[in-house]
Every structure is written in C-alpha cells, then in structure tokens.
C-alpha cells in the first residue's frame, strides 16, 4: 500500500502535492515528457540528486501510477522508464509551472540556464 492510499485528503491540492511533490519528482517527469529513458540518462539530466534518491522517488512515481519501469532481461539488466497514459496527464499542468518559471526568471533578471532557441521552441508549443 502506497503512503497516499494510507491518508485521508480534505483538498485535491493536498493529494497533488503528495504525488508530485517535492525537488525531483516534477523534473523527473518533465524529462519523461518525450521518451522513454534508462537510470543512468536520468541520473546525468538531474544534476545533483544521488543514486539512492533518484531510485527512491522512481519508484514512489511508479506506486502513484505515474511511471512504468520496464526491466528487460539482459546482462547486464536494462531498465527504461516512461510515463503512463496517466502520468501524461500531468504534462500540462508541469508545462504550464514551466513556463511560469521562465517568465519568473526574466521578470526578476534571473540566471537561466536555457539556449534561446530551445526557450522559444518551448515557449511555441514546439517540445
């Protein structure tokens, strides 16, 4: 039984935030957005998150129906993830916090680490 099936919710914001909340859990399914990816590619697209915190929210992730973890059997194993047609669902929403984000950071004159082609692209819809 998973941590959010053992509470009780008086606010769909509340329940939202136990799903998706958090440092990584919403980067971690920006980048599933597109495609299907192995640990170690999202371990080098999460900069500073550990081996044990990466496995620990993947796996919440895949509790909460948000990701499927496909093991192939191979040596060595081959792990992919990828969102569910659930977990797709979110997209939007982590879109829309994206883009707050970006305008946040030109509104304030913050440091953004972005190309402006891909800033452009994102902001047309585009990725």
């Keep these: 039984m998973s941590k959010i099936q053992e509470k009780s919710y008086q606010c769909g914001m509340e329940l939202t ?3 998706i909340g958090g440092k990584w859990k ?6 599933l957005r597109n495609r299907t990816l192995r640990f170690s590619q999202l371990k080098k697209r ?8 990466l496995t620990q929210q993947l796996r919440e992730l895949e509790e909460d129906g948000l990701i499927e973890r496909t093991v ?7 792990v ?16 829309t916090i994206y883009c707050w984000g970006i ?25």
């Design 80 to 95: 992919e993830y990828s969102l569910t047609t659930y977990g797709k669902k979110i997209i939007p929403v982590l879109y």
């Design 103 to 127: 305008h946040y950071a030109e509104d304030f004159e913050l440091n953004l680490n972005i190309e402006k082609t891909t800033l452009q692209k994102i902001l047309n819809r585009e990725i």
């Design 46 to 53: 999460l900069d500073g998150i550990t081996q044990k915190m």
């Design 72 to 78: 192939y059997p191979q040596v060595p194993p081959k």
């Design 17 to 19: 935030m136990d799903v």
């Design 26 to 31: 919403t980067v971690i399914l920006w980048h």
